[in-house]
């Protein structure tokens, strides 16, 4: 959190995307911890706000995420979601080559999700970061180009 402080340069325009503070620079954890989320999972790339726009849309809507993990469970039942949970986690990024990006979806977040066994919990505590990403991508006076 003191890192995002310092270098996150709060209330200028170069702020990271997603992350809520108030007046006082104090930050919302469940928007930090969205954020840190979706940085362990996008790799670096032309790409990554597209696809950092998809995690946070499914962020943002309640219940999509436990209800693709139980069509999952349906769907496998040999190979049943296993969250992961302990001290040692591991995650594969994200690489979709740059002229891919646009055909990449919510569904595809989802699995990205899936696939890395990223707990249902952790998706309902990230709900704040989808909201506040998105109001902040579709509010901003400067809107990314990549919206359109």
């Given at each position: 959190?003191?890192?995002?402080?310092?270098?996150?340069?709060?209330?200028?325009?170069?702020?990271?995307?997603?992350?809520?503070?108030?007046?006082?620079?104090?930050?919302?954890?469940?928007?930090?911890?969205?954020?840190?989320?979706?940085?362990?999972?996008?790799?670096?790339?032309?790409?990554?706000?597209?696809?950092?726009?998809?995690?946070a849309?499914?962020?943002?809507?309640?219940?999509?995420?436990?209800?693709?993990?139980?069509?999952?469970?349906?769907?496998?039942p040999?190979?049943?979601?296993?969250?992961?949970?302990?001290?040692?986690?591991?995650?594969?990024?994200?690489?979709?080559?740059?002229?891919?990006?646009?055909?990449?979806?919510?569904?595809?977040?989802?699995?990205?999700?899936?696939?890395?066994?990223?707990?249902?919990?952790?998706?309902?505590?990230?709900?704040?970061?989808?909201?506040?990403?998105?109001?902040?991508?579709?509010?901003q006076?400067?809107?990314?180009?990549?919206?359109?």
């Amino acid at each position: 959190m003191m890192y995002a402080l310092i270098y996150g340069r709060p209330g200028l325009e170069n702020t990271w995307q997603g992350i809520a503070v108030d007046f006082a620079y104090r930050m919302h954890w469940r928007t930090l911890f969205g954020f840190t989320l979706c940085r362990a999972l996008c790799v670096n790339s032309a790409g990554k706000t597209t696809i950092v726009r998809w995690f946070a849309l499914v962020m943002a809507r309640p219940g999509l995420y436990r209800e693709a993990v139980a069509a999952y469970a349906a769907a496998n039942p040999t190979q049943p979601f296993m969250a992961q949970f302990g001290a040692n986690l591991e995650n594969r990024q994200v690489h979709v080559p740059d002229d891919q990006v646009r055909n990449f979806t919510d569904d595809d977040a989802i699995c990205v999700l899936i696939h890395n066994c990223i707990p249902p919990d952790w998706v309902d505590h990230a709900y704040m970061y989808g909201v506040v990403y998105l109001e902040q991508q579709f509010h901003q006076p400067t809107m990314s180009l990549d919206v359109f």
